[in-house]
């Protein structure tokens, strides 16, 4: 939690962006696993209550009054049984001074504030809720079937909360920064542990160990596999093997902030000449990215260069083929990246999504594809100062899209089809970092740089080697 002048800040100016009306922001509940007193843990509060109300109990709403200048927490206080179970917490009217709030109720109360504006006629605005019990509570105080709730979420407020929490302020950062240094360790981890014949869940396994040590607990479920052309491939109890890649796609969660990284690597220590060929042009799409992101350049130009550039790249070695322009016109290109370059990233490591991608990574100038692979890209307006951005360009050799597009002829003039069969087997590679929007360019976030160029990759497994 931050300074509690931090929240109050936040709050006035949400009001100064919103014309009237009362807002209500809900808190999180906890989530049952299987039943209802065996919660996953830890809870995770909702990112938009956290950003301006600061608390992390479950249970709770925050409301503030526009028209009349009142800000309410809400939620019920527990009682001695759950101290019993779960130990003393603080009073809600606690939780409430400890961010500047004035006014508390219990939850009941809140039925009685959302009647009250309905009577006067007056704006209620909530953000599209992404948690079933949340709705089930918004359709019981106004009536609107969930849906009809994303249609119905106050726009206005969508735009207010993306226009404040896109720009992160230096405390923002520096708590970005301390979740890539637990970054920093996980992707370590997995480089030195990994070797022949230890299993993917063993790898997953000791990188989500780090963050739990580290942090409060992993920002996504870890992607580890062999299988890198999947993209959420999960660790499996298969054996890595000799002569193959192993991709390890994982982040923490610190103060609330997330980390993001993307690492590569061959499982026996050294990169063969094919793996190194590919490796290198993820590699020079990576650092392209980092070459020329800065304020005032459209994301979306950045990414389809990338693209450019990698089928260039990918014509040298005989994969794809014809005009390289024509080609990414036609989308050929996500063929090897269906994917986007990179998302925002703060409280969620993909920052804000639930309140609709439109919204958040584009703007009447910028707009989504539809085109497979583009329609991907979650950014893709201008980039601004303290914007944090992921830069995580890709190729993979994914059999059954290879085996599709074959079959229907799709870019058959821009891809060689018959050399593209041969990589069937590869899996795939990708590198990510986490990169903050400096006034005139951008750089990495943490102090430690995880290994990515291929000597660095094949010398720190070599000299770091865990058993």
């Known amino acids: 939690m931050f300074d509690k002048n931090t929240y109050i800040r936040r709050r006035n100016e949400l009001k100064k962006l919103i014309n009237d009306g009362i807002v209500i922001l809900f808190g999180n509940n906890e989530s049952p696993m299987n039943y209802s007193a065996n919660a996953y843990y830890p809870h995770r509060q909702d990112s938009t209550f956290i950003y301006y109300f600061g608390q992390h109990r479950e249970g709770l709403a925050g409301v503030i009054d526009i028209d009349n200048n009142r800000e309410t927490l809400v939620g019920d206080d527990i009682d001695v049984v759950d101290i019993v179970w779960y130990g003393s917490v603080d009073s809600v009217s606690d939780l409430a001074a400890q961010v500047g709030v004035e006014n508390t109720l219990p939850m009941k109360g809140l039925s009685s504030i959302v009647q009250d504006a309905l009577k006067n006629k007056r704006k209620i605005h909530f953000l599209p809720p992404y948690r079933h019990d949340t709705m089930i509570q918004i359709m019981d105080l106004l009536g609107i079937h969930p849906n009809q709730q994303k249609e119905s979420a106050s726009l206005e407020l969508i735009k207010a909360v993306v226009k404040m929490r896109s720009t992160k302020e230096p405390q923002e950062i520096e708590a970005i920064e301390r979740a890539c240094e637990v970054g920093y360790k996980m992707h370590t981890k997995a480089m030195r542990l990994v070797r022949p014949g230890v299993t993917e869940k063993f790898v997953g396994g000791q990188v989500d160990g780090m963050a ?3 942090s409060s607990k992993v920002s996504f479920a870890t992607i580890f596999s062999q299988h890198g052309e999947i993209m959420h491939g999960n660790p499996s109890m298969t054996l890595l093997e000799a002569g193959r890649l192993a991709l390890c796609d994982a982040g923490c969660e610190l103060d609330d902030y997330c980390s993001d990284n993307t690492r590569t690597m061959p499982v026996n220590g050294k990169f063969d000449q094919r793996q190194r060929e590919i490796y290198s042009i993820v590699e020079a799409c990576h650092d392209y990215a980092l070459d020329v992101a800065k304020p ?3 994301w979306y130009d950045v990414h389809m260069n990338v693209c450019r550039l990698m089928t260039d790249k990918l014509k040298e070695l005989g994969l794809m083929k014809g005009d390289t322009e024509e080609a990414v016109q036609a989308g050929a290109h996500a063929m090897f990246l269906p994917h986007g370059l990179g998302h925002m990233m703060g409280l969620d490591v993909h920052d804000m999504e639930a309140l609709d991608q439109k919204y958040v990574g584009f703007d009447d100038e910028v707009q989504p594809s539809e085109q497979f692979g583009t329609n991907c890209l979650r950014m893709g307006r201008r980039l601004q100062e303290n914007f944090v951005m992921t830069d995580e360009p890709g190729i993979y050799f ?38 903050l929007i400096t006034n005139d360019g951008c750089r990495f976030l943490g102090k430690n740089r995880i290994p990515y160029h291929p000597d660095d990759v094949e010398k720190y497994m070599a000299e770091n080697k865990e058993y």
């Open 296 to 298: 005032g350049v459209k």
């Open 398 to 435: 994914i059999p059954a899209l290879i085996d599709d597009w074959k079959a229907s002829g799709h870019c058959k003039d821009f891809i060689n089809f018959d050399l593209l069969e041969t990589y069937k087997d590869f899996g795939g590679i990708r590198i990510e970092d986490d990169i």
């Open 212 to 214: 739990n040590s580290y």
